[in-house]
């Protein structure tokens, strides 16, 4: 059965969302359409201005809407180190694990050859000039420890082995409070190379 066509219309927007079929976004447009015109106003100016407000920090390339963002502006962060990522969000764990500590660098993806993902679609050599710029002593590589994030983290490693700076890797092994007995062979080994003294 179809709806009048702006109900059709909504429904179909809202199918495209990740995780929302058809039954919910019917739901949600008959939510909205009985709701108060207050809210369905501040729902629709609030998503236009994620699109006209939000871009990325011009030193860090972090989502924010003053340049430079509120982390690069922070003037009590370790300025010798940054802590290279893969998105914005991975930055929020590692930022919410050390609140105030460490900058950042957001690479925006990391390199996949077979999706075509190359060096220069991610933010590699924005990173190099910013080390050279501002003098970083050191780089934390906190890409994921799968191929991708390996590859990239080890490109990154030989591009910038040249300048005078250290760069390491984020550790990979067994969770606080996991169990030896579920963890997969690779992460073993990960966690027995990566052993350190007691
Ligand atoms: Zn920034």
Redesign the pocket.
């Known amino acids: 059965m179809y709806y009048p066509a702006p109900i059709e219309r909504l429904i179909e927007n809202l199918s495209k969302l990740p995780g929302i079929g058809r039954k919910t976004a019917t739901r949600l447009a008959f939510y909205l359409l009985n709701t108060k015109e207050s809210y369905v106003s501040e729902l629709s100016n609030s998503l236009i201005d994620i699109k006209e407000k939000i871009k990325l920090?011009s030193?860090?390339?972090?989502i924010?809407d003053v340049d430079?963002?509120p982390?690069?502006r922070d003037e009590k962060r370790n300025s010798a180190t940054v802590c290279v990522v893969e998105e914005s969000s991975h930055m929020m764990v590692i930022e919410s694990a050390n609140p105030g500590y460490y900058r950042?660098h957001i690479l925006h993806g990391v390199i996949n050859p077979i999706e075509g993902i190359g060096p220069d679609e991610v933010r590699i050599k924005e990173l190099r000039d910013r080390v050279q710029r501002e003098g970083i002593r050191e780089i934390i590589i906190a890409t994921n420890p799968n191929i991708e994030g390996n590859t990239t983290a080890h490109y990154i490693a030989e591009t910038l082995q040249d300048l005078d700076l250290k760069i390491t890797r984020i550790a990979s092994g067994i969770p606080i409070g996991g169990d030896i007995v579920y963890i997969d062979p690779l992460t073993i080994k990960s966690s027995l190379d990566n052993r350190r003294n007691l």
């Open positions: 920090c030193t860090c390339f972090n924010t430079p963002c982390i690069c950042y």
